[in-house]
């Protein structure tokens, strides 16, 4: 397990959420992370769990499930430190029973799998949830707020209090976030953490993997242009505003990209 990578997780299909989690966490921030013992952990988790819930209704194991997990573990949202890195990585969640929504429906959603319990990730406006497909009804769970269920007045008002939305509820809210989405969301997190805080090494690595989960898409080019040219990498920030503009020659910010790029290159000028 532990001589693979994020990039090679990420091509697997289906992608595996905690896995691919635990290499970001490993490469990003944590080089010494036992993936192997963070993974049995969780299956141990999902054996207790399984004990706890009943055989056969399917509402009741997805609500046993979140009992379990909020209620008896005690795994709950960080409110009074929510920018903490910590937060979104799975190993520390794991370690400190705290993090945001999208960590502990991740947490939600490894032992679902295990459990064979339908579960999926919401990635609502503002704030993640678990929604549970049942038959004759789908159930929607807040991880971060002790795992209570949501109706969908709740969704509204959990996307107002995190975007100021003052519109009604639109139902494409509640579409189901594959993996790499879910990924992107946990990646785009951190990157805003790290460049807060001006932590250039860290969020050049988060950025890096956006740029594998998303290659298509030029913005992570930008931004590695920005963090090396932040960082004094002046070689490299040309490099990347360069592949920038070649791949959005129109884009919005493309004279302010151009600026940068003509000012690290003559940084670099003179230098040498």
């Not at 963070?38 to 819930?53: M, P, T, W």
């Not at 008896?72 to 979104?88: H, I, K, M, T, V």
């Not at 799975?90 to 991740?106: Q, Y």
């Amino acid at each position: 397990m532990d001589d693979l990578s994020f990039e090679s997780d990420i091509q697997k299909d289906p992608v595996d959420l905690a896995c691919a989690a635990l290499h970001l966490a490993r490469e990003v921030a944590f080089p010494q992370l036992d993936i192997r013992a963070y993974l049995q952990r969780l299956e141990h988790l999902a054996e207790l769990a399984g004990e706890a819930i009943p055989e056969e209704d399917a509402r009741q194991r997805a609500l046993a499930l979140s009992d379990f997990l909020f209620n008896q573990l005690r795994f709950e949202g960080n409110a009074a430190d929510y920018d903490d890195p910590r937060n979104s990585y799975l190993n520390e969640v794991l370690d400190r029973r705290l993090g945001i929504p999208i960590s502990l429906s991740a947490i939600y959603l490894d032992l679902a799998r295990r459990l064979h319990i339908d579960a999926a990730g919401i990635g609502m406006p503002g704030h993640f949830i678990v929604g549970i497909g049942l038959p004759e009804e789908r159930l929607y769970i807040d991880p971060f707020h002790g795992g209570r269920l949501l109706s969908t007045a709740d969704c509204l008002q959990l996307v107002a209090q995190s975007t100021g939305y003052q519109g009604e509820f639109r139902p494409e809210w509640l579409e189901p976030a594959s993996t790499t989405r879910m990924l992107v969301r946990m990646l785009f997190n951190l990157r805003n953490i790290y460049l807060q805080k001006n932590d250039w090494q860290h969020a050049q690595a988060v950025v890096e993997r956006m740029a594998m989960l998303e290659p298509e898409m030029p913005n992570h080019l930008r931004d590695l242009g920005v963090i090396h040219y932040q960082n004094n990498s002046l070689t490299k920030a040309v490099y990347y505003y360069e592949q920038y503009l070649l791949r959005a020659p129109q884009a919005e910010d493309a004279g302010l990209v151009r600026a940068s790029l003509h000012s690290a290159a003559q940084r670099l000028s003179a230098l040498n």
